[in-house]
């Protein structure tokens, strides 16, 4: 990756210039260099950097004007402000209109290199979503972007009320499933969308780093702290602070926001006057994390005081009503970025996406797609998805029946009914060949389509299905 990454440098002092290109240097990245903001605004957009490292105060276009500019051109562009130490404010003004961070001059390397690996980090989860992020934009709704289930309709219901509230949320879901999704939604349709939406990854901070991460420091609170830093409570002010993986929080952090969610004020490292906020707090985790708090992993005040309210966003394989939607989605925006016109997917591909389990969840799904489109010449195979290898025991072969002309979207149907309908017919036909192989077996079968007894027992029910005339 340091190979390839490049990095912009914009200041009209030479002398900085050439100090920030050697650091970025000796770490490994390129570096491309202009000394005002219309030159920089050039190289944005024919150089499509990867960080780009701005000072705030230049003559005729000011660090501010070419931030706002950057961010049209390039919305996923980190921008990390330079300022003098007496220019906080003006830093904390830059953060609130898009700058990922900033730096106080003077600057050691080490912080230089910290802040552009923490940027880069950033940009590639955005990167991940951004499909996503760029879907919900456009569409502006969830069922949209998420699919037509029941699973997602009741998702979006509970998302509505609380939005228009100011509770704290637990949002909990597997990874890929759209938890930053769920949170940046909350935000978006809230009261508080005119403020700053801050996000942190709790699990991607060193311990000894996450309280100044969150805190911020005064000048001289530890080795390094050569200017005062704002931490996220603050730069979140009026808006909404999203602490994901928030299990992965060490136990002496956790008392530490605690004590700041409660009294609503809190203080830098190493500094002796409190400072009030006001954020919302939006949370996320993977894991079950009251299960945590048994364990002792994590405090039980702070649970209950982050859990005004609570969203569980579902797994993929438990809402496969939205699978052939969403495959169908991807597979359409990634044919318009390739300039491609794969047609579709084959029956044993079909078969393919539904019975597999999908740990990675939508992430995985659209990854999965946009390489089976690359690979694919007019549609898609189940070699081109390439899951066999990842189902381990699976399901015997089965038959797909082709899509029937009025279940093809063709007859006025709303796309829920079609894409339910058509799931049923082959949930039906996989579970009863599945059944067949394990001579009605159902625990057996439950474990080689990947979900659990009642499931399948509750399917089976639904779909009518029987073994020999048999009702199971």
């Avoid at 909990?172 to 009261?191: D, F, N």
């Avoid at 009294?263 to 996320?284: N, Q, T």
């Avoid at 047609?343 to 044993?348: A, Q």
Wanted: positive net charge.
């Amino acid at each position: 990756m340091k190979n390839n990454t490049q990095i912009l440098i914009v200041d009209d002092e030479k002398d900085i210039c050439g100090i920030l290109r050697h650091i970025v240097r000796e770490e490994g990245f390129k570096s491309i260099v202009a000394g005002n903001g219309e030159l920089a605004l050039e190289l944005v957009r024919s150089e499509r950097p990867d960080v780009m490292l701005l000072d705030v105060r230049m003559p005729k276009m000011d660090g501010m004007e070419v931030l706002a500019q950057a961010k049209e051109l390039e919305p996923n562009l980190p921008v990390i402000m330079i300022t003098g130490s007496a220019n906080i404010r003006g830093a904390v003004k830059a953060m609130r209109a898009g700058a990922h961070d900033y730096l106080a001059k003077p600057f050691e390397n080490e912080e230089v290199i910290r802040v552009v690996h923490r940027a880069l980090a950033e940009r590639e989860l955005k990167e991940k979503v951004r499909p996503l992020s760029s879907q919900l934009e456009e569409s502006g709704t969830l069922k949209d972007l998420m699919g037509p289930s029941d699973a997602v309709t009741k998702l979006i219901s509970m998302v509505k009320r609380v939005s228009s509230s100011d509770f704290a949320v637990i949002i909990q879901g597997e990874t890929g499933a759209g938890k930053e999704l769920i949170a940046t939604t909350i935000h978006r349709v809230s009261q508080r969308s005119a403020g700053p939406f801050v996000p942190v990854d709790c699990g991607a901070i060193p311990e000894t780093l996450l309280e100044s991460e969150l805190f911020g420091h005064e000048k001289g609170a530890f080795t390094g702290a050569i200017a005062r830093k704002l931490g996220k409570f603050e730069l979140a002010e009026s808006g909404t602070l999203f602490l994901d993986e928030i299990s992965n929080m060490p136990l002496k952090s956790q008392a530490k926001l605690l004590r700041a969610l409660q009294d609503k004020k809190f203080y830098r490292v190493g500094g002796s006057k409190p400072i009030e906020v006001d954020v919302r707090m939006l949370v996320a985790t993977n894991e079950n994390l009251y299960a945590s708090v048994e364990s002792g992993s994590f405090r039980r005040d702070l649970f209950f005081r982050l859990s005004d309210f609570a969203i569980a966003v579902p797994s993929l394989r438990k809402r496969k009503d939205d699978i052939p939607y969403l495959a169908k989605r991807f597979l359409d925006s990634t044919n318009k970025e390739l300039n491609k016109k794969v047609t579709g997917f084959s029956e044993s591909a079909v078969e393919a996406i539904l019975i597999y389990p999908w740990p990675g969840n939508v992430r995985e799904l659209r990854s999965c797609i946009r390489r089976a489109v690359l690979l694919a010449d007019d549609v898609i195979s189940e070699s081109h998805l390439g899951l066999k290898a990842q189902k381990g025991a699976h399901a015997p072969g089965l038959g797909i029946p082709p899509c029937r002309q009025e279940a093809c979207g063709r007859d006025g149907r709303p796309l829920k009914e079609v894409v339910r309908q058509s799931t049923m017919a082959v949930e039906r036909r996989v579970i009863l060949k599945t059944l067949s192989h394990t001579g009605g077996n159902k625990a057996r079968a439950a474990r080689l389509l990947h979900i659990d007894y009642k499931t399948i027992h509750t399917k089976i029910k639904q779909l009518g299905i029987n073994i020999n005339g048999r009702q199971l």
